[in-house]
């Protein structure tokens, strides 16, 4: 029933399968964002992370149809390639069951072939890399389980700012796991329970020579200004896990449900150099920031006949969010102070529910209308009511047109929103301009239209085109405003995106290849939140 509750009607949709998977040049040892910008459309920043469409993340995962639930956004992806037999990448204009991050949907349909045995690995390669790895499978009684996990060092965990061939303080740690467990209790019933866990650490990379900048005023700690810029040592950790329980399941001959609850906690902690920090920025900030989310998800459809099939949900989830700073810095004297700001925030709810109708009008049009309502009651509250239309039209049996719109309802990040106590920072190094308001960020609400063509030239050969614009309120940007290379989210007043993709892939015998030509631009104006 898998294929029931994950409908694809006219949105962009570009897939990867486990021999995709198997034929890069890392197999499974690719980094779970780097098979992803095989996709058109896709690019990443200096700091690893993803943007699709012209968005900056907004970027929802799904593993076997339940909605991971939103991580703190860092330099390291808690995901891991080994433990997917397909991901697909869905864009554009999506149906109704697909919410609040809509820039990409990434759905991870993960292994499920349970012979016993397992396998171990060992990659390795430039700048001090090692990656061994381990999957376990097979079945102990009614249980049938699939189990992986994976360590990865390296002397070039970001983006290297030097032009030199090696980078400066820039070591990173990862590790990560994930199990997956089914039973049957009977034909068509699957109870599944899966867990994910992932633990990172980077060194934030230096660059050599730079000395304090003497206007800044920054200039007494130790009674000198000199410091080697080569020689700051900042460091983030991350912390992903999560826990899914999935009841999957029919009724009768027309009914497929699933029934799911999740839950997920991840935690972001910078240090700060603290006497090189002070010197070059005035502000040594010691930041963590953590999310705990629990909720529960519900999907179903019903086959009313051979043209109709109909399909709704409902989803909730609650959020405790902290948002820690320890600053050390100058007060208007220039003495050495340490201001404490801490920020937990409980009781943040997302509610969503959808109602949809697949209708295959002719035998070459399918339909896809449906409405979504969602409600936010986080730093902010708000709700809307977002109409979903899409077709698609079987042209010719090698050409394929599609064409939609939908309306979005895209809440800020809860776990990056950062409500500084700006008055405790008045008349330090770290203060924000006077006069300066910091709003608090709103929800982005969107018009989005997308109209696109695939052809098959050759049994080998695909290609395909897609055109699409987004018409915004309050436009949602990710930036780094601190000393810590942590994103915080505002709002534009209004935005537009508009793109085009060209894509083509070739499959014959042994032979795969893929080109994509990508042109994005995204366009934001006046900034209404988060301003300080």
């Known amino acids: 029933g898998r294929n029931g509750l994950s409908p694809k009607t006219g949105s962009s949709q570009y897939t990867f399968q486990q021999a995709d998977i198997d034929a890069l040049p890392q197999g499974d040892n690719t980094a779970f964002n780097d098979v992803l910008l095989r996709a058109p459309g896709v690019a990443n920043d200096n700091f690893g992370q993803l943007h699709i469409r012209g968005d900056h993340a907004n970027i929802q995962y799904r593993i076997n149809g339940v909605i991971l639930p939103e991580g703190i956004t860092g330099f390291g992806s808690a995901l891991d390639t080994r433990f997917a037999s397909r991901i697909d990448l869905l864009t554009g204009a999506l149906p109704a069951q697909y919410g609040y991050r809509t820039a990409g949907v ?103 020579g730079i000395q304090p900048d003497p206007t800044t005023g920054f200039t007494t700690l130790n009674g000198g200004t000199t410091f080697d810029s080569a020689n700051l040592n900042e460091n983030q950790s991350e912390v992903n896990r999560y826990g899914i329980l999935a009841l999957q399941s029919t009724l009768g001959d027309n009914i497929d449900y699933q029934l799911a609850l999740f839950r997920r906690y991840t935690s972001l902690h910078f240090t700060p150099d603290p006497n090189g920090d002070l010197l070059f920025l005035g502000n040594a900030s010691d930041l963590f920031k953590s999310d705990s989310a629990t909720g529960v998800q519900g999907d179903a459809s019903l086959r009313l006949n051979d043209r109709h099939t109909l399909r709704s949900g409902v989803f909730f989830s609650n959020e405790s969010v902290v948002s820690n700073t320890t600053a050390t810095v100058f007060d208007a004297a220039n003495n050495i102070v340490m201001i404490q700001d801490d920020n937990p925030k409980g009781g943040n709810h997302l509610f969503g529910v959808y109602l949809q109708d697949e209708w295959k009008a002719t035998g070459k049009l399918t339909v896809n209308y449906g409405l979504r309502f969602d409600r936010m009651n986080e730093f902010v509250s708000a709700t809307q009511l977002s109409p979903r239309l899409g077709t698609v039209y079987q042209w010719t049996p090698q050409t394929t047109l599609h064409a939609a719109y939908s309306r979005y309802f895209t809440p800020p990040p809860t776990e990056l929103v950062s409500p500084k106590t700006l008055a405790l920072f008045a008349n330090t190094s770290a203060a924000a301009t006077p006069g300066i308001p910091n709003n608090p960020v709103l929800p982005e609400r969107t018009n989005y239209y997308d109209i696109g063509v695939t052809h098959r030239l050759t049994p080998a050969l695909n290609v395909g085109v897609d055109a699409y614009y987004k018409q915004v309120t309050d436009l949602i940007d990710e930036g780094q405003f601190g000393p810590a290379p942590i994103f915080t989210p505002f709002n534009y007043q209004k935005g537009r995106v508009s793109g085009i993709e060209l894509t083509g892939s070739y499959k014959k015998d042994n032979l795969t290849a893929y080109a994509n030509l990508a042109w994005s631009a995204a366009l934001g104006q006046n900034i209404v939140s988060s301003q300080a």
């Not at 991870?108 to 072939?113: C, D, N, P, R, Y």
């Not at 171990?120 to 049938?144: D, I, M, R």
């Open 106 to 208: 990434v759905e991870i349909e993960t292994k499920s072939a349970y012979e016993s045995g397992g396998r171990v690995g060992l990659y390795g390669g430039s700048h001090g890399s090692l990656n061994p790895s381990l999957e376990l499978s097979g079945a102990t009684g009614p249980v049938n389980y699939y189990v992986t996990g994976s360590f990865l060092q390296n002397s070039l965990g970001l983006e290297n700012p030097t032009g030199n061939a090696n980078a400066i303080h820039d070591q990173t740690q990862q590790s990560k796991g994930f199990g997956y467990f089914s039973i049957l209790p009977s034909a068509t019933t699957r109870i599944s329970a899966m867990f994910g866990t992932y633990q990172g650490k980077f060194q934030i990379p230096n660059v050599a």
